[in-house]
């Protein structure tokens, strides 16, 4: 069984609308945390945003914030006034608590003018 | 500047050779991790390593070999008995508090 699904191969969004990302996880331990990474077409990973477990705010940096429901095992990501240069494949990972990080199959998000 | 390097960023080999690509962090982490990434998928792990001297096989480990001698290096060898070598490669390094992975810049290896 997958441990992080995102079910949006593909999504096409209007410049300046608010996009999400889904993303669920499948996890045992109690002690885990969730990450956000963005791909351009450079193949260059870059980290958008963490959350914790134990955090009990929604983690927020800039434009993205992380959507966390505990109970429905949910981390998805938001990005408010999408940009032309927010088009990337996102990925989102989760870390258990033996330090391994595993990655979903990614969306690829583009952004028209 | 800190950061995680990869070399090279492309390298060709012919099938049969055994290959290391290099993964260099000074950013003093811990933990550095080797992922592969084939066309339009997402991130598989190979191996991971919490501390010198010591990692685990990750989902895809078979045919690949690592070591960490060093807490800034993590050298992945890729040999003949992978099947499918040719794909990119991803190195990164997480933080003592494990609230951020950073990656290089990868290695694109074509075996053919």
């Known amino acids: 069984a997958q441990k992080i699904t995102q079910t949006q191969p593909g999504m096409f969004v209007q410049e300046k609308e608010a996009v999400t990302l889904d993303c669920t996880y499948d996890t045992s331990d109690q002690s885990y945390g969730l990450f956000w990474y963005k791909q351009p077409s450079s193949g260059e990973m870059i980290f958008l945003i963490y959350q914790g477990s134990y955090d009990e705010q929604n983690a927020t940096e800039g434009r993205y914030s992380l959507n966390f429901q505990k109970a429905r095992k949910s981390a998805n990501l938001v990005i408010s006034a999408s940009q032309l240069g927010d088009s990337a494949m996102y990925f989102c990972a989760m870390r258990e608590g033996d330090d391994k990080i595993i990655f979903g199959k990614g969306t690829r998000l583009h952004i028209l003018p | 500047d800190g950061g995680i390097t990869q070399s090279p960023k492309y390298l060709f080999r012919k099938e049969g050779q055994n290959v290391t690509l290099s993964c260099e962090q000074n950013?003093?982490?811990?933990?550095m991790y080797w992922y592969r990434q084939d066309p339009g998928q997402g991130l598989r792990l190979i191996y991971y390593s919490q501390i010198v001297n010591d990692f685990q096989k990750g989902d895809i480990a078979e045919g690949y070999s690592v070591s960490r001698e060093k807490k800034e290096s993590f050298p992945l060898t890729v040999t003949s008995a992978q099947k499918n070598p040719t794909a990119f490669y991803l190195c990164?390094?997480?933080?003592?508090?494990?609230?951020?992975?950073?990656f290089g810049p990868g290695t694109r290896l074509t075996v053919t």
């Open positions: 950013l003093n982490h811990d933990a």
């Open positions: 990164a390094s997480s933080s003592r508090d494990r609230d951020k992975q950073y």
